[in-house]
């Protein structure tokens, strides 16, 4: 029934381990720590919330409301927009997005001179149209849970939570 959520939750977990590249390049070098990174984020990150938010779409029961032509139209623009920001940001970072390294640096340039977290901002767009687009229970809780995952990596809580707890 909510067995969407388990891979929801692993895809986001893996993909906030993957901000600790510095870490990860500190304790095994540089190179095994970018390869650590590109792993979790990009093969067990992302794939698997993305699964996660595919079994929740299949595993809807009903709708919440009655889809229309603008509702759909709607939903549709918001995955659009998401999606050409997400783009525009990944063409303005390229290689970083994919394999993250020490010596990356903040980017000022283009979108980035817009919005400072263009490719969560595409991704909070998406996920709204999503549920615009499938308003049902699990996909509406699918959607606020990458929500939350989005505000508590912008807060940078994994970070956080991690010297704290190694703080000595």
Request: proline share 4%; aromatic share 12%.
């Amino acid at each position: 029934m909510y067995w969407f959520v388990i891979p929801l939750f692993l895809g986001f977990t893996s993909n906030a381990a993957s901000a600790f590249t510095t870490l990860y390049s500190e304790k095994w070098r540089k190179a095994r720590g970018t390869i650590l990174s590109i792993i979790l984020r990009d093969i067990t990150g992302i794939p698997v919330w993305a699964a996660g938010f595919v079994l929740a779409i299949r595993e809807s029961s009903g709708f919440l409301y009655r889809i229309s032509l603008i509702t759909k139209l709607t939903a549709w623009l918001l995955i659009l927009a998401g999606a050409v920001i997400i783009i525009i940001a990944l063409i303005n970072i390229r290689i970083k997005a994919a394999a993250p390294s020490t010596e990356d640096r903040i980017v000022k340039k283009g979108i980035y001179s817009v919005i400072r977290h263009p490719v969560h901002s595409g991704t909070f767009l998406e996920f709204a149209g999503l549920f615009v687009l499938q308003p049902s229970l699990q996909t509406g809780l699918a959607s606020v849970i990458g929500c939350m995952r989005i505000f508590v990596f912008l807060l940078k809580l994994p970070i956080k939570i991690f010297l704290i707890l190694t703080i000595k």
